[in-house]
């Protein structure tokens, strides 16, 4: 079993930044994949960013590429979201997620991921 518990999340302005974490336990965190998914009122859950057991390989939704950035810290079992140039398209409930069924470049789908947080709120106002 893993444990993923999400935080960071907030209320910000447009244009501004947070960074979210997703601490794991309860396995070698570098056993899996980690991927950041999120769902806004009324929408389906939507791939955001994922990254590679060794976090040499990332990948991002075309709508954040080069404003968010995720990255893994193997000594703390956390996987980040530095979110910057926040828009208020952003605002959304954020899932970190975990695979130990999918590798690589390819773990987008919300089925590629056996393992889920419990969110955090990102508000982005205008």
């Known amino acids: 079993q893993v444990q993923l518990v999400e935080s960071g999340g907030g209320l910000v302005q447009a244009g501004g930044s947070l960074r979210l974490s997703c601490a794991a336990s309860g396995r070698t965190f570098n056993n899996y994949n980690m991927g950041w998914f999120r769902q806004a009122p009324g929408k389906e859950r939507e791939f955001v960013a994922a990254?590679?057991?060794?976090?040499?390989?990332?990948r991002y939704v075309e709508s954040v590429k080069g404003r968010f950035t995720i990255d893994r810290d193997s000594a703390k079992s956390t996987v980040y979201l530095q979110m910057n140039s926040l828009k208020v398209e952003d605002t959304a409930a954020y899932y970190c997620?975990?695979?130990?069924?999918?590798?690589?470049?390819?773990?987008?789908?919300?089925?590629?991921?056996?393992?889920w947080g419990q969110g955090t709120q990102v508000t982005v106002s205008s």
């Open positions: 990254t590679s057991r060794s976090g040499g390989i990332t």
């Open positions: 997620a975990a695979t130990t069924i999918c590798s690589g470049y390819g773990c987008t789908l919300q089925t590629d991921y056996n393992y």
